[in-house]
C-alpha cells in the first residue's frame, strides 16, 4: 500500500499519521507539502489533524482552496482513498468531498477523552477488519467536532447509510452522554457516496500501537491495507 | 546630585521603577544621564523578573551539579543526559501577573515563552504540564481565571500539538488578587546537537526571525516586578497576545535550520523581548553587539527605537548566523512565512549601540549592566516551627463519611474537567497522563520513557518554609519513583510576596533552603527555573509556593506502573513509617477545621532509601500497582488506586484509626502485588517499616469492621465537585 500523508504548515498529527501507516503498510509514506501542486501516484491519502493554517477563521475553510486540495480532490473523485482525521475531516466537508460541517463542541470547551464508537458499516475498505457488534475505543481531541447537517443532507447521509462511526457507551447504546461534542445522531464519522473517502472526528493513528492506548485504530490501516495492496 | 536627560524627568525615573541608588549606578555606569531608550533599558535589565536580584544569594545555594547534568541553570533551559546520545531540555516558568489580568492570554503566552525556551536549545518539545493556583472558591473572579487560564494553556498547546500531560491545582484565599500560572515544558534533543545563547564571531550576522513587533507588553517585566493594588486592571495593554500557529511554524523553522549548521548562537525574545535577548547574547560571549532598528520587522508604523526595544511581542527569535549563512537561513523562514530580516552584527566593542533611520540612539555597556546588576542581601527573619498541636477526633466523625468528604472536597476531587481541555494523547507517545503519579511520555522511536511530575504543598510551606521546600522536592522524588522511572533532575519555579518584607524574604530563604538540601540528598540537581516576587495585592501576601519540576528516566517503558488496581486479590503493602501525622493535612482541614500545627517531618534519608527500594521492586517487576501516598494520606490514596479501575479493596484497618488511614507522614508508598513475600523481605533487609494493609476485591472500600462504601459513590463525589463548581449558573450576589 503507497500512501501520502498531506502536510500543511499547522499539521500536528502528521508525524503519527505517517508512522501509524509506515507500521502497517511497512513503507514510507510520502509527506506532501501544501504548497506542492503534483500528488504522487498512492493508494491511499490521509490528511492529518492539527489547525491547517492556525484556523482562526472556520476550521479547514482556507485549506480546502490550497493547491495540493484540489489535487486530492481530483484523486477522490477518480476512486484514490482518502482518510481526513479530526481537522482532516473539517478539510473533506470544507472542500466538497463529504457533506456537512463541524461546528463549535456544544460544551465550547476542546475535549480530548478517549469514547467508543460504533462501526455501522463494516463492508468498506476502511472498516472491513472491525465488527459490526463490537465498540472500538479510539481518542477525540478536538474544539470544533460537533457534526451538523441540514435535515435533508442528514437524512440523505442516513438513508444511504454513510455514517461510518457513531458515539456510544462501552456496551454499544447510543446515550447522550456518550456523545462528547453535540454531533446529530452522534455521527463521528461519515463516508462519501462511494465509500472511498472516510472523515472522522476521533484519532485512529494514536491507538496504533498497544502501548499507548491499544489496537483499535490500528484496525482501520490494516483494513486499508488488506483493500488495497 | 541626581541629573536627567533632556527626554527624562524624576517622574519618568520613577516610573521605571529605578530606585535612587539604581539610578545614580546607572549614570555611574553611562558617565552621563540616560536618555529615555535607555532608561527604558536599565528599568527592564534590572527589574526583580529579569535581574533575580532579590534572589541571586539564595539560589546560588542550590545543587545544579551532577554527571548527568549537561547545563544547569543560566541558559533557556537546563539539559540532561538519558544516554545514547539524547538529552532531555526542560524547565519551568511564571506567567502569574499577566494571567490575572487577563487569563486566556496570560496563560497562553506563558506556555509560548516556555516552548520557545526548551525549543530554543534545539529540542523538540514532547510534553506540557503546569501547576496553577487560584484564590478562594466564592471569590468573584476564580471561576472567570479558572476557566480562562485553562482555555489559554489548552488554545496554546493543543494548537501546537504539545501534548499537555499533567499538572497540579490547588485552592485557597491567599491567591486572591494574585493567582499563580507556572508553565513546564519538556524536550528531547541530540546531545551532540545542543545551542547556546553566547554570541560570537565578530562581524557575525545578528538575525531577527518570526512574527513582528508590535507595541504589546510594553514594560512587561516591570509589570511582573512590583505589587498589585486597585490600578492593576489598568495594566491590560501591558499584556501580549500568543500566537499559537506562528509557535508551530517557528518551531519547525527553528529545528529545521538547527539541523545544519549555520547557527553560532540562537535565544528567545522573551521577558524585556529584543533589549534582554541581544543583551544576554553578547554578554555571555564577552562581545558588543551594534542593532540598525530601521531594519526590525514592525507589525504597525511609526514604532519608536523605544518600543522596540521594549516590546514583547510573541513568537519572535535572535540568531547569531556564521557569516553568509544568511540566504540558506532566510530561505528556510521563508518557507514557514515568517519574518527574517538582518538587524544587526557582533561587534568587539562590548557595548550595544543601537541605530535608528542613520543615527545612534543608544549606547551602554554591556557587561556592567548585564552582569552588575544589583544584588541585594535582603534582610529577613527565620519562620520558626509551629508549636506542636494536638487534634482531637470527635465521636461523630465517621472514617468513610470523612472520606467521601474529602475525596469530594476542592482539595482533592478529580481535576478531570481541566484537563480533558487539554489534548493529551497527541505525538501519539503519551503512555501515562494526568491521574497518576508522574505523567509518562515515551522517549519517540525508543523503548526509553521521561516521567515528569509538578508538585509543591503550599500549606506546608507556610507552615515551615525549609520542611515545605524539602517536602517539595521529596514528592516530586516519589511520583516519579512510584510511575517506575529514576529521578534525574528538577527545574523549580518559586513564587513568594513581596521581598522587601523580612518574613517573606524568611519565607524564601527557608523554602530554598530545604529545597537544597533535599536535592542534594535525593540527587535531582536544578537544573532550570524562575522566580516570582512581589505577589501580593494590598499588602497580602500569596503562600509561599515553591513549584518544583521534576523529570525521571525510564530506560525501558515496559516496566512503567500506574496506580489503578487491574486486578483482585492483589495484597497491599504501605512502604514506609507511618505514626499518624494529621497536623496540617486535608483530614484536619476538611474535617476537623484546623490549619494550625507542624507540617509533616520530611527524613531525605528514608526518603532516599524507600525509593531506591521501591524502584528496584518496579524494575525487578513485583509491582503490580504504585501509587505515593501525599495528600489526605493512605486511605485516599488507596481510594484513587481503587477509583482508576473500579476494583476495591478490603483494608484490614481499625475504623477509628484516623492517623494511619488519613496522617500525611513522609516517604510512604502503597504497592499492590503477587509477591507480598518478596516486597516484605526486600523491606525488611533495607530496614524500612512494612504494613500489609489487605488485598484488592470486590467494588467497594471496606474497613475492618466491615464499614464498607461503594467506588460508585465515591467515584460521583470525585468527579462531581469540579464540573458542579466550574458549570453552576452565575450569581448575582455582590
Known amino acids: ?229 | 546630585m541626581t541629573n536627567y536627560h533632556e527626554d527624562t524627568t524624576a517622574e519618568i525615573v520613577k516610573e521605571h521603577g529605578l530606585s535612587d541608588d539604581e539610578y545614580k549606578l546607572a549614570i555611574e555606569i553611562l558617565g552621563r544621564a540616560p536618555n529615555l531608550l535607555e532608561l527604558g533599558i536599565f528599568s527592564v535589565m534590572w527589574s526583580e523578573h529579569c535581574s533575580y536580584k532579590s534572589s541571586k544569594k539564595w539560589l546560588k545555594t542550590l545543587p545544579t551539579e551532577g554527571p548527568q547534568v549537561i547545563q544547569g541553570p543560566g541558559e533557556n533551559a537546563g539539559v540532561v543526559d538519558i544516554g545514547d546520545g539524547d538529552a532531555v531540555i526542560f524547565k519551568i516558568e511564571s506567567h502569574n501577573h499577566p494571567s490575572f489580568i487577563e487569563p486566556y492570554q496570560g496563560a497562553a503566552t506563558g506556555v509560548g515563552g516556555i516552548l520557545r525556551d526548551v525549543f530554543t536549545m534545539g529540542a523538540r518539545p514532547i510534553a506540557n504540564l503546569n501547576a496553577l493556583r487560584f484564590g478562594a472558591l466564592d471569590h468573584a473572579k476564580t471561576r472567570h481565571l479558572l476557566s480562562g487560564v485553562v482555555a489559554g494553556i489548552g488554545g496554546y498547546g493543543n494548537c501546537v500539538g504539545v501534548p499537555t500531560v499533567g499538572g497540579e491545582t490547588n485552592f485557597d484565599p491567599a491567591y486572591n488578587g494574585n493567582i499563580l500560572v507556572n508553565a513546564m515544558n519538556v524536550g528531547v534533543a541530540k546531545t551532540d546537537k545542543i545551542f547556546y545563547s553566547a554570541a560570537g564571531g565578530i562581524g557575525n550576522p545578528v538575525v531577527y526571525v518570526g512574527s513582528k513587533t508590535g507595541r504589546d507588553g510594553i514594560h512587561g517585566a516591570t509589570m511582573a516586578s512590583a505589587e498589585f493594588d486597585d490600578e492593576s486592571e489598568a495594566k491590560r495593554p501591558t499584556v501580549q497576545v500568543g500566537d499559537p500557529f506562528t509557535e508551530k511554524l517557528l518551531i519547525e523553522a527553528c529545528l529545521e535550520l538547527m539541523s545544519g549548521d549555520s547557527i553560532v548562537a540562537i535565544q528567545d525574545m522573551g521577558a524585556a523581548g529584543l533589549t534582554s535577548s541581544s543583551f544576554e547574547m553578547a554578554s555571555k560571549g564577552g562581545t558588543g553587539v551594534e542593532l540598525d532598528l530601521s531594519t526590525v520587522p514592525c507589525r504597525e508604523t511609526g514604532m519608536t527605537p523605544y518600543e522596540m526595544m521594549l516590546s514583547e511581542s510573541q513568537e519572535r527569535m535572535l540568531i547569531v548566523l556564521k557569516p553568509g549563512r544568511e540566504a540558506d537561513a532566510q530561505k528556510i523562514f521563508e518557507k514557514w512565512e515568517l519574518d527574517f530580516a538582518v538587524v544587526g552584527t557582533i561587534t568587539d566593542t562590548g557595548r550595544m549601540v543601537l541605530k535608528f533611520e542613520g543615527e545612534t540612539v543608544g549606547d551602554l555597556p554591556i557587561d556592567p549592566l548585564a552582569l552588575a546588576s544589583p544584588e541585594y542581601d535582603r534582610p529577613w527573619v527565620e519562620v520558626p516551627m509551629p508549636a506542636f498541636v494536638e487534634l482531637n477526633v470527635p465521636s461523630s466523625v465517621k472514617a468513610l463519611d470523612a472520606l467521601k468528604t474529602m475525596i469530594g472536597s476542592p482539595d482533592l476531587a478529580s481535576r478531570r474537567w481541566i484537563w480533558e481541555q487539554y489534548d493529551s494523547s497527541v505525538m501519539a507517545d503519551t503512555l501515562q497522563k494526568s491521574g497518576g503519579d508522574a505523567a509518562v511520555v515515551r522517549v519517540h522511536g525508543t523503548q526509553k520513557a521521561l516521567a515528569m511530575t509538578t508538585d509543591c504543598t503550599p500549606r506546608y510551606c507556610y507552615a515551615h518554609p525549609e520542611t515545605g521546600g524539602a517536602q517539595a522536592v521529596a514528592e516530586s522524588y516519589r511520583n516519579l519513583v512510584a510511575s517506575g522511572a529514576k529521578p534525574l533532575a528538577a527545574t523549580n519555579n518559586l513564587n513568594f510576596g513581596n521581598p522587601e518584607k523580612p518574613e517573606i524574604m524568611g519565607q524564601i530563604v527557608g523554602c530554598v533552603k530545604g529545597i537544597a538540601e533535599a536535592c542534594e540528598k535525593l540527587d535531582m540537581p536544578i537544573v532550570s527555573g524562575n522566580v516570582s516576587l512581589y505577589n501580593e495585592t494590598d499588602g497580602k501576601a500569596i503562600l509561599p509556593t515553591p513549584v518544583i519540576g521534576g523529570v525521571g528516566l525510564m530506560q525501558d517503558s515496559s516496566v512503567m506502573t500506574k496506580i489503578a488496581f487491574d486486578k483482585e486479590d492483589l495484597d497491599l503493602i504501605v512502604l514506609g513509617s507511618s505514626n499518624g501525622h494529621l497536623q496540617q493535612s486535608i483530614f484536619a482541614k476538611q474535617i476537623l477545621g484546623s490549619q494550625e500545627g507542624q507540617p509533616p517531618a520530611v527524613d531525605l534519608d528514608k526518603e532516599e532509601l524507600t525509593g531506591r527500594v521501591v524502584l528496584s521492586l518496579i524494575e525487578n517487576e513485583m509491582v503490580v500497582a504504585c501509587h505515593d501516598i501525599s495528600d489526605g494520606g493512605l486511605v485516599v490514596a488507596v481510594t484513587e488506586m481503587a477509583m482508576a479501575n473500579g476494583i476495591g479493596a478490603e483494608l484490614n484497618i481499625d475504623e477509628s484509626d484516623f492517623g494511619l488511614l488519613f496522617g500525611e507522614d513522609q516517604a510512604r508508598y502503597i504497592l499492590a502485588t503477587e509477591d507480598s513475600d518478596s516486597i516484605l523481605l526486600a523491606a525488611e533487609n533495607a530496614e524500612i517499616d512494612a504494613l500489609v494493609i489487605g488485598k484488592t476485591k470486590g467494588n467497594a472500600l471496606t474497613l475492618a469492621s466491615g464499614a464498607s462504601i461503594s467506588l460508585s459513590e465515591l467515584s460521583a463525589a470525585h468527579e462531581t465537585w469540579m464540573p458542579g463548581y466550574m458549570e453552576a449558573p452565575v450569581s448575582r450576589e455582590a
Not at chain 1, 59 to 85: D, F, H, W, Y
Not at chain 1, 106 to 119: D, H, M, P, Q, W
Not at chain 1, 156 to 164: F, H, L, P, S, T
Open chain 1, 1 to 229: 500500500m503507497k500512501s501520502a500523508v498531506i502536510v500543511f504548515p499547522g499539521s500536528n498529527c502528521d508525524r503519527d499519521m505517517q508512522v501509524a501507516l509506515r507500521e502497517v503498510a511497512g513503507k514510507e509514506p510520502h509527506m506532501v507539502w501544501h504548497g506542492d501542486s503534483q500528488m504522487p501516484e498512492v493508494d491511499v491519502i490521509a490528511i492529518p489533524g492539527g489547525f491547517s493554517y492556525g484556523d482562526y477563521l472556520r476550521c479547514g475553510a482556507m485549506a480546502a482552496n490550497s493547491p495540493i486540495m484540489r489535487e486530492v480532490v481530483a484523486k477522490a473523485n477518480q476512486g484514490t482513498a482518502v482518510l481526513g482525521v479530526c481537522n482532516g475531516f473539517q478539510v473533506l466537508t470544507e472542500c466538497g468531498l463529504l457533506p456537512g460541517a463541524l461546528m463549535r463542541n456544544a460544551s465550547l470547551k476542546f475535549v480530548c477523552r478517549e469514547v467508543n464508537l460504533t462501526v455501522e458499516d463494516n463492508t468498506t475498505a476502511f472498516t472491513f477488519n472491525y465488527s459490526k457488534n463490537k465498540p472500538i475505543r479510539v481518542s477525540v481531541a478536538h474544539g470544533d467536532g460537533n457534526f451538523f447537517a441540514e435535515q435533508a443532507t442528514l437524512e440523505k447521509i442516513e438513508g444511504e447509510g454513510q455514517v461510518a462511526f457513531r458515539y456510544c457507551n462501552a456496551q454499544g447504546e447510543l446515550v447522550d452522554t456518550a456523545n462528547p461534542n453535540g454531533s446529530m445522531n452522534a455521527i463521528a464519522g461519515i463516508f462519501n457516496e462511494k465509500r472511498n473517502v472516510l472523515g472522522m472526528m476521533p484519532h485512529p493513528e494514536r491507538h496504533a500501537d498497544p502501548a499507548t492506548g491499544g489496537n483499535d485504530g490500528r484496525l482501520l490501516f490494516e483494513s486499508l491495507m488488506g483493500a488495497l495492496s
